[in-house]
């Protein structure tokens, strides 16, 4: 179960498992909000898909409510083995009705039973919520959330360091619930276009002119607030400080979301309209990503982005900021740069570092694609899934 039906990273962690579970062992059906690209991968794919009514990400009592008794119906009806969820909202909401249903079947006589439901219940933590950029009620409100989830779940799946150590501080929630399992990606289905191939297609389907003398640098990212993305607009602002630099740079944005309208008006603000564009979604993205020279994800909240794992299997050199399971991917200075959050300084000096130091990009690229390779298996997260689901 997830709440959005977008193709972000918790959408794609899905699709992976439900896709690649053993058809023999499991029967997959994935729960979802609206009408998205995850719901059209998935059923070109034949995983069955059920429609959550009334789920939204924002909070709205009412519809809160109403998605409760469609969970409710949905656990009562598919009655599963093991209810999976991802994302903050289908986590607190969808922890809390299976919990309550389950413990109402449970005290119920059981000559009144009509069936017993005891299913686990699992939740994914994408990166915690209570680290995004709000105000400090929020987060408190958020945290406290989350904790309730942890409570009500049976097992809790952690995909970064950071966030393990975070969640082992939660307290009355047993340690033994929380299993770290790093994602990976299925590398037979990677395939990246060569850096000329990948310029030539990207320009055609985007109708982005990307000149050869350039230093093209990369962003596939959900517009969105986490995503930290002003801070690299005004960054590249910052740059033209130095002529020299900003002339050779094209900034290529890939990705779709509610902040895109805030986003361009920034860039005309800043009248960066000949170096920044924003390309919208483009299907499949990271075929192109060796078209860049580098990439940048100014994150101000992550888990463990799928973008970066990509970009390192690619070869591609990556500057990235400190947050959530993103130091598991990035060594300082050794297959990339890490910046501090919300600093468009220390990104200005490593894209330039990044722009005059062909060198470095090499050095990092070559070492991004040995750690990617030996630490972030794809079977490696699979066979952990597996092991988990058939322990309960």
Same mark, same amino acid.
């Given at each position: 179960?997830?709440?959005?039906?977008?193709?972000?990273?918790?959408? @794609?962690?899905?699709?992976?498992?439900?896709?690649?579970?053993?058809?023999d062992?499991?029967?997959?059906?994935?729960?979802?909000?609206?009408?998205?690209?995850?719901?059209?991968?998935?059923?070109?794919?034949?995983?069955?898909?059920? *429609?959550?009514? $009334?789920?939204?990400?924002d909070?709205?009592? +009412?519809?809160?409510?109403?998605?409760?008794?469609?969970?409710?119906?949905?656990?009562?009806?598919?009655?599963?083995? #093991?209810? $999976?969820?991802? =994302?903050?909202?289908?986590?607190? +909401?969808?922890?809390?009705?299976?919990?309550?249903?389950?413990l109402?079947?449970? !005290?119920?006589?059981?000559?009144?039973?009509?069936?017993?439901?005891n299913?686990?219940?699992?939740?994914?933590?994408?990166?915690?919520?209570?680290?995004?950029?709000? /105000?400090?009620?929020?987060?408190?409100?958020? @945290?406290?959330?989350?904790?309730v989830t942890?409570?009500?779940?049976? *097992? #809790?799946?952690?995909? =970064?360091?950071?966030?393990?150590?975070?969640?082992?501080h939660l307290?009355?929630?047993?340690?033994?619930?929380?299993?770290?399992?790093?994602?990976?990606?299925?590398?037979?289905?990677?395939?990246?276009?060569?850096?000329? /191939?990948?310029?030539?297609?990207?320009?055609?389907?985007?109708?982005?002119?990307?000149?050869?003398?350039?230093?093209?640098?990369?962003? #596939?990212?959900?517009?969105?607030?986490?995503?930290?993305?002003?801070?690299?607009?005004?960054?590249?602002?910052?740059?033209?400080?130095?002529?020299? =630099?900003?002339?050779? !740079?094209?900034?290529? #944005?890939?990705?779709?979301?509610?902040?895109?309208?805030?986003?361009?008006n +920034?860039?005309?603000?800043?009248?960066?309209? /000949?170096?920044?564009?924003?390309?919208?979604?483009?299907?499949?993205?990271?075929?192109?990503?060796?078209?860049?020279?580098?990439?940048?994800?100014?994150?101000? &909240?992550?888990g463990?982005?799928?973008?970066?794992?990509?970009?390192?299997?690619?070869?591609?050199?990556?500057?990235?900021?400190?947050?959530?399971?993103?130091?598991?991917?990035?060594?300082?200075?050794?297959?990339?740069?890490?910046?501090?959050?919300?600093?468009?300084?220390?990104?200005?000096?490593?894209?330039?570092? !990044?722009?005059?130091?062909?060198?470095? @990009?090499?050095?990092?690229? &070559?070492e991004?694609? &040995?750690?990617?390779?030996? &630490?972030? /298996?794809f079977?490696?997260?699979?066979s952990?899934?597996?092991?988990?689901?058939?322990?309960?």
């Amino acid at each position: 179960m997830i709440t959005k039906s977008n193709w972000g990273g918790a959408q @794609r962690y899905v699709f992976d498992l439900a896709t690649n579970l053993p058809a023999d062992d499991f029967l997959v059906t994935v729960a979802t909000s609206g009408h998205g690209a995850l719901v059209d991968q998935l059923k070109k794919q034949d995983i069955q898909v059920i *429609s959550i009514p $009334h789920l939204e990400r924002d909070v709205n009592i +009412l519809k809160e409510i109403k998605a409760s008794f469609a969970l409710w119906n949905i656990f009562k009806t598919e009655r599963p083995d #093991i209810i $999976h969820l991802n =994302s903050s909202k289908i986590g607190g +909401l969808g922890a809390l009705v299976a919990y309550l249903a389950r413990l109402k079947n449970k !005290l119920t006589p059981a000559s009144k039973k009509k069936y017993i439901l005891n299913w686990q219940i699992i939740f994914t933590v994408h990166g915690w919520a209570f680290n995004e950029d709000r /105000s400090r009620i929020s987060r408190y409100i958020i @945290r406290l959330i989350q904790w309730v989830t942890a409570l009500f779940s049976d *097992s #809790i799946i952690i995909i =970064s360091n950071r966030d393990y150590r975070q969640a082992i501080h939660l307290p009355m929630v047993d340690r033994k619930k929380f299993i770290l399992i790093p994602l990976g990606i299925p590398t037979d289905k990677l395939k990246f276009l060569p850096k000329l /191939s990948a310029r030539s297609e990207l320009s055609k389907y985007t109708k982005i002119k990307i000149s050869s003398r350039n230093c093209v640098v990369g962003a #596939i990212a959900e517009l969105t607030k986490n995503k930290g993305l002003p801070y690299l607009i005004s960054a590249i602002d910052h740059l033209r400080s130095n002529e020299s =630099s900003v002339k050779k !740079l094209q900034i290529i #944005i890939i990705g779709e979301g509610e902040d895109r309208e805030r986003l361009q008006n +920034l860039i005309n603000i800043r009248e960066l309209q /000949s170096i920044i564009t924003l390309s919208g979604f483009v299907p499949n993205a990271s075929q192109y990503l060796q078209a860049f020279d580098f990439f940048v994800l100014p994150s101000l &909240k992550e888990g463990l982005p799928y973008t970066l794992i990509e970009a390192m299997h690619a070869k591609i050199p990556i500057i990235a900021t400190r947050v959530g399971g993103i130091p598991d991917l990035i060594e300082e200075d050794v297959n990339g740069i890490i910046v501090p959050p919300k600093n468009s300084g220390a990104l200005t000096l490593a894209i330039e570092k !990044l722009i005059n130091d062909k060198r470095i @990009r090499t050095r990092f690229a &070559k070492e991004s694609g &040995k750690k990617i390779e030996t &630490k972030f /298996s794809f079977d490696t997260m699979l066979s952990a899934t597996i092991r988990l689901y058939n322990s309960i």
